[in-house]
């Protein structure tokens, strides 16, 4: 059996849970393409699938039109135009459930009320027609109880297909922090791995340099940042937590009380950059190249083109992983991650198409999960975009490797950005750097040498993806709940710039006790039912 995986294992092998190739898991299917070229289904996408910038619409796409030749169906993607909100273009559709495509990918939280759209007949529920229609997806789910159980409700009606990563957990953490290696070296200092040696990093460049400690904004949203060396689980936006089968909001936890305490800190000493909140993926670049930040924090894409950028600036590729820093003891609460199943991108069938398109439906979604359908999601056509390598890998053609534009594997791929299908290892290790796998392993082994230690950390403390709610529960928290992530957000900046003294206890107390003009004992108390159910699956 070829494999797609060998250098992921090679790279993981300090885990003793790593997934098996998907290849090894995945059944092949004869039937593609299927006999229905004079079929149509529409299929929208939120995001995830837009066509490459390079091409007008969907319609010259390489990835769109060759599904439709893949599958044997003729597809008509219906996908938000360039400059359009992905989310407000889907509430225009899900206005008019009468007149939905037959295929909805939506994003991250799209489903969490699927229990609704099953009750209000908007949706399909698959379960009497997954196991002989989708059969590939059927047995990957059944690989995994984890994958099966983000796919169906409290009842146990399948709903969707999802998006899962080939390595499980590796990829879900893929941000962290990062430093100026030849910083390091001039200063004789190692890679920071404590809360000490962190700090005493951000103050040494800060005396050589002026450098200070940066990060996008972004990189604060739905993520607990660095709040884990004090124990925390939260930034800046609302972040749900669960420990020992207790939920709780990241915000109103006394870890973040601590971070936020330390970011201040550094606020007040001239050592965070003050233009944190305004700074982007985009503005952020200008004061990396011109050494105003050298330990910060961003993504494993990011950190590529931060080496690319200062490399052809003549500064060199100098950026490199650091390890999440843990708290002086070695302890450490929480890291960005995940369990290798996406937070969002699932495809439903909705009820405009009727039971003969349905079936259809189900054929074309089932591809992503054959063999054929993997590889084609992951790569495009074969001997075009892509061929075995010597080592049983596939690897680029000159077609693809020569192609000098902005992720130019997305104008054959559909596994890139994540969508309902499963995405190859090995994809993400021919798109980056050497540097930026390295850095991804960084961050995602905390503790290398225990593997249910370190997936505590890097997702077992998550809200779990596919929980669904309750009707009623879904009523409520669409009246009570709508609020309480700008004051986590505002409350966040208000403590890091010191409008709000965090260390105050009675500003602290006040903090708290204001979450309850927000609801959050009675959002807490939903959320901690919904949790049971799904742990009772």
Request: glycine share 10%; hydrophobic share 40%.
């Amino acid at each position: 059996m070829k494999k797609l995986f060998a250098l992921a294992l090679a790279l993981c092998l300090v885990l003793a849970a790593v997934p098996a190739s998907a290849l090894e898991l995945l059944s092949g299917a004869d039937i593609y393409p299927l006999d229905a070229a004079d079929k149509t289904i529409t299929w929208y996408a939120q995001d995830g699938l837009n066509p490459h910038e390079k091409f007008a619409d969907w319609k010259e796409s390489p990835f769109h039109t060759n599904m439709s030749k893949q599958i044997g169906v003729n597809i008509e993607w219906v996908i938000p135009t360039t400059g359009t909100d992905g989310g407000t273009f889907t509430n225009t559709l899900m206005a008019d459930p009468a007149n939905l495509p037959n295929i909805m990918k939506l994003g991250s939280g799209g489903f969490d009320n699927a229990a609704l759209y099953l009750e209000d007949e908007v949706i399909w529920d698959l379960t009497p027609y997954i196991q002989e229609y989708a059969p590939a997806y059927y047995a990957f789910l059944q690989t995994n109880p984890a994958y099966d159980k983000a796919m169906k409700t409290d009842d146990g009606q399948y709903y969707g297909f999802g998006f899962f990563r080939e390595g499980g957990g590796w990829n879900d953490t893929y941000q962290g922090p990062v430093v100026r290696t030849d910083w390091l070296a001039e200063q004789g200092l190692d890679f920071p791995k404590t809360l000490s040696e962190f700090e005493n990093v951000i103050r040494v460049f800060n005396e050589k340099y002026g450098a200070k400690f940066a990060a996008p904004w972004s990189r604060f949203k739905q993520s607990p940042a660095l709040s884990g060396m004090f124990g925390g689980f939260a930034a800046s936006d609302q972040q749900w937590a669960v420990q020992d089968g207790k939920v709780f909001l990241g915000q109103a936890h006394e870890g973040y009380r601590a971070y936020v305490s330390w970011l201040n800190k550094l606020w007040e000493e001239g050592l965070l950059d003050q233009d944190i909140f305004s700074l982007d993926d985009t503005s952020i670049k200008a004061k990396v190249q011109n050494g105003q930040i050298g330990i910060g924090y961003t993504s494993m894409g990011q950190m590529n083109n931060w080496n690319k950028e200062c490399d052809a600036a003549g500064i060199g590729a100098v950026w490199a992983g650091s390890p999440i820093p843990k708290a002086d003891d070695g302890s450490i609460s929480s890291v960005f991650g995940g369990f290798g199943i996406g937070t969002g991108h699932i495809a439903v069938i909705t009820k405009t198409a009727d039971e003969e398109t349905l079936k259809l439906c189900l054929r074309a979604l089932d591809y992503a999960y054959t063999q054929e359908g993997f590889l084609f999601w992951n790569y495009g056509l074969e001997n075009d975009t892509w061929v075995w390598g010597p080592e049983g890998i596939p690897v680029w053609t000159e077609k693809m490797a020569n192609d000098t534009d902005v992720d130019p594997m997305t104008k054959y791929n559909g596994a890139t950005w994540g969508s309902s299908c499963i995405q190859a290892d090995n994809l993400l290790y021919l798109k980056n750097s050497k540097a930026a796998i390295e850095a991804n392993n960084t961050w995602f082994f905390v503790f290398p040498e225990d593997n249910e230690k370190n997936l505590a950390v890097t997702g077992g403390w998550k809200w779990p993806v596919g929980t669904t709610f309750t009707l009623d529960e879904a009523d409520e928290l669409d009246l009570i709940a709508g609020s309480i992530g700008t004051y986590c957000t505002e409350n966040f900046a208000s403590f890091v710039t010191g409008t709000l003294d965090v260390d105050d206890d009675a500003v602290w107390e006040k903090y708290l006790a204001d979450f309850e003009t927000y609801n959050l004992s009675r959002i807490t108390e939903i959320r901690q039912a919904c949790y049971d159910r799904y742990a009772a699956r």
